[in-house]
């Protein structure tokens, strides 16, 4: 993945998990790759993990891909051109009553210091909702609230790499994504909670109330 988004843009950053920061000649672009999200899940034999790739431009996500190889799930945006799945448009869902709706989120291994906080957040919201589903890959809990999918998702502690494709397909299929801590920038907070506009004013209320 480096060397060939290096060899179609070699004035461009780079920002990645299995390797060290670069600073391209260009300072306003980056790529921010995910070359394998959802690690644990492939280690064991689990088929749901991704690739995951952003494009930045003077801090804004502006380009996206994440890929899904087991599904051949590939889920595409550019700023302002729409959301798509496989060549199809996607959209949040439209779901209005919390009680009808799936959240995703990811939950800590133990002895993280954020297990607690975590727990706390599953017993505020999982008695209003139709279940939480933790399936332990950011990218694609992302993507899968843009295809309506799941209706929203949560989590604290994940890096720029995990969230920065997903931020913009969700936008660009209509939803509300934001850091948990209000005013804050989800790529650099490690925060984020996105859903449908339909209850993104109650779902984040319940999360951030802690």
Partial sequence: LRADLTAARP?????????????GPDPTRRWIVDPLDGTTNFLHGIPHWAISIALEHKGEIVAAVIYDPAKDEMFVAEKG???????????????????GMIFGTGIPFGGSPLLPLTLKDLARLTP???????????????????????????ERNIHAWDIAAGLLIVREAGGFVEAIGEGDNPLESGEVIASNPEVFETFAGIIRAT
């Fill in 128 to 154: 209003r909702t139709a279940g939480i589903r933790r399936l332990g890959v950011a990218s694609l809990d992302l993507a899968y609230v843009a295809a309506g999918r799941l209706d929203g998702y949560w």
């Fill in 11 to 23: 004035n461009y950053g780079w920002l990645a998990e299995e390797s060290e920061p670069v600073a």
């Fill in 81 to 99: 051109s729409g959301a798509y799945l496989n060549d199809r448009r996607i959209r949040v869902s439209g779901r209005r009553e919390m009680i």
